[in-house]
């Protein structure tokens, strides 16, 4: 179960939380990438970036340079991983909303200092973006692990929210004379484009040419 | 042009950022919904919702009693817009990227109070996630409008960021016997789902019903 904390209970809309935790797994095995929030100079930041999981902690990374990095070692981060599953479309411009997933996840970013969980949450974040590539590539070398800071977030304090399902409209507009219902988005790979730098013919492995979105709808 | 400030300066793979002011529109255009950062309790927090954008303003909104509007208004905040278009597939883990398209915009969101710029704004935003609906459907009332907040953010300061392309191998690697490209991600609408209470055969508008993803690949 997830338990609530200030942040985490929810204000609004509570028949859309989720409190067990396969359902904030489920949301964050789904995605690609999350977007990650910090306090740089005393103002928010909000960064795109891949993430990967092991059990209950979540690894995000970075050039050990970043600007964003930087400013979340060791201190409080926001993760936030969406799903945008559709377009909801109401008889009132009020009740228009979009169904999704999402998580968010709170607590203070550890520097992954151990040499065997830096290669491991590596793994992991690889694995999300595009499994089976790290046994079918060239594996970091000391140098390049040297050059990626790697930070852990505990999934301790997370909250998830799902809305799905057709608009919610006010009794008496339901007579109204217009359509309403969802509008889905859908997600999905396309065709492998390869590198034009490769020898022609060279075959696309299984792992790329037959994946799909992982749980989208 | 968007003039580079410490924030906005990129720091890291200069090379994906743009410049002109064009580049940040075509983002966020294109997008459905942001990811806005606020420092809440002296933490960050990243919401996910919808935006919309008026010349170089770009707005949020939410009930009044939102905990993440209450910590926006008046305050520092970064909203960011990304379009993931691909997972790069290079020759070794390290090079492995990913294709998108991304706006971070920074600075003190201010409470839309003139009563004309609130309805515009609210306008704004549901042209961004539903284009004709607000022409097409039961319009605000007043009680409506005073449950929901908007928040302005000036587009003064913002960075793009673009990454296209297949990926960037180390020389020596382009040697090996393995497979490397883009996996494009590919986001579309679905066909409509109508609203089980509707009564049956009621058409579907045009302005959903031939609705394409904008500006995505």
Redesign the interface.
């Given at each position: 179960m997830l338990s609530a904390t200030?942040?985490t209970a929810l204000?609004?809309s509570k028949e859309r939380g989720r409190r067990d935790r396969q359902a904030l797994y489920d949301v964050l095995d789904a995605g690609?990438?999350c977007?990650?929030?910090?306090?740089?100079?005393?103002?928010?930041?909000?960064?795109?970036t891949?993430y990967g999981r092991i059990g209950d902690t979540l690894y995000v990374h970075g050039?050990t340079?970043?600007?964003s990095l930087r400013a979340a070692a060791g201190a409080?981060?926001?993760?936030?991983v969406?799903h945008?599953d559709?377009?909801v479309?109401?008889?009132?411009?009020?009740h228009?909303s979009?169904n999704?997933r999402?998580a968010?996840v709170?607590g203070t970013a550890r520097v992954v200092d151990d040499p065997d969980e830096h290669v491991a949450a590596?793994r992991a974040l690889?694995e999300q973006?595009?499994p089976g590539?790290?046994d079918?590539?060239?594996?970091?070398?000391r140098k390049?692990l040297a050059a990626?800071t790697v930070l852990a977030l505990s999934l301790a304090e997370a909250s998830v929210k799902v809305r799905q399902g057709?608009?919610s409209?006010d009794e008496e507009?339901?007579a109204?004379?217009?359509?309403?219902?969802?509008?889905?988005?859908?997600?999905?790979?396309?065709?492998?484009?390869?590198?034009?730098?490769?020898p022609p013919g060279?075959?696309?492995?299984e792992h790329?040419a037959g994946?799909k979105m992982a749980l989208y709808q």
């Open positions: 200030p942040r204000g609004r690609l990438i977007h990650l929030g910090v306090v740089a100079s005393g103002a928010p930041m909000v960064v795109p891949g050039s340079g970043a600007r409080e981060v926001c993760v936030t969406t945008l559709g377009i479309l109401a008889r009132s411009v009020f228009h979009v999704y999402s968010m709170y590596l690889s973006l595009a590539q790290w079918a590539v060239r594996p970091p070398t390049e990626t057709p608009p409209d507009d339901y109204l004379p217009v359509w309403a219902g969802v509008l889905p988005v859908e997600t999905a790979f396309g065709a492998p484009e390869p590198d034009p730098a490769l060279t075959p696309v492995p790329i994946r």
